[in-house]
């Protein structure tokens, strides 16, 4: 796999897991199992955002940081971003569609739309922490012979 797809890759596992945690409250309240206390649930739903928080803050705003800092053979910022937030914003829809009909088919227009716009929204926040990532690692980069 190209180092250049990383971003992308660890973008889809945090979008999914975003997906995820924005839809905890209503996955518990609908399986099977028996409900957690209200205190419980609130530190699930803590738990959730701050495992999202780490992932996009920490593992691809550090995988754009390291890959900023690679050598003069690294892609170009905006294409990486672009494909971040595409494939961000796709995976985010896929979780929260299937996340959706799980819940129940009823879900109206209304809330596909709302889906939608917020996979676009999720999107654009992993291209821009792509793109910062990438712009502080290169900022970083080492001199070489070549900067002389």
């Given at each position: 796999?190209?180092?250049?797809?990383?971003?992308?890759?660890?973008?889809?596992?945090?979008?999914?897991?975003?997906?995820?945690?924005?839809?905890?409250?209503?996955?518990?309240?609908?399986?099977?199992?028996?409900?957690?206390?209200?205190?419980?649930?609130?530190v699930y739903i803590a738990g959730g955002r701050?495992?999202?928080?780490?992932?996009?803050?920490?593992?691809?705003?550090?995988?754009?940081?390291?890959?900023?800092?690679?050598?003069?053979?690294?892609?170009?910022?905006?294409?990486?971003?672009?494909?971040?937030?595409?494939?961000?914003?796709?995976?985010?829809?896929?979780?929260?569609?299937?996340?959706?009909?799980?819940?129940?088919?009823?879900?109206?227009?209304?809330?596909?739309?709302?889906?939608?716009?917020?996979?676009?929204?999720?999107?654009?926040?992993?291209?821009?922490?792509?793109?910062?990532?990438?712009?502080?690692?290169?900022?970083?980069?080492?001199?070489?012979?070549?900067?002389?």
């Amino acid at each position: 796999m190209s180092r250049a797809l990383l971003p992308a890759a660890v973008a889809a596992v945090a979008a999914g897991t975003t997906a995820v945690t924005r839809r905890i409250a209503p996955i518990l309240l609908e399986s099977p199992v028996d409900l957690p206390a209200t205190r419980v649930l609130s530190v699930y739903i803590a738990g959730g955002r701050f495992v999202s928080f780490a992932l996009v803050y920490g593992l691809l705003l550090g995988v754009t940081y390291r890959l900023g800092r690679t050598g003069d053979d690294s892609p170009d910022g905006g294409t990486v971003a672009l494909a971040t937030g595409l494939v961000a914003a796709v995976a985010y829809l896929v979780v929260t569609a299937g996340t959706l009909l799980w819940l129940g088919p009823q879900q109206g227009a209304i809330t596909a739309l709302l889906a939608v716009g917020s996979s676009v929204g999720v999107g654009v926040k992993l291209a821009v922490v792509a793109f910062a990532g990438l712009a502080l690692g290169r900022s970083r980069r080492p001199a070489t012979a070549a900067d002389a």
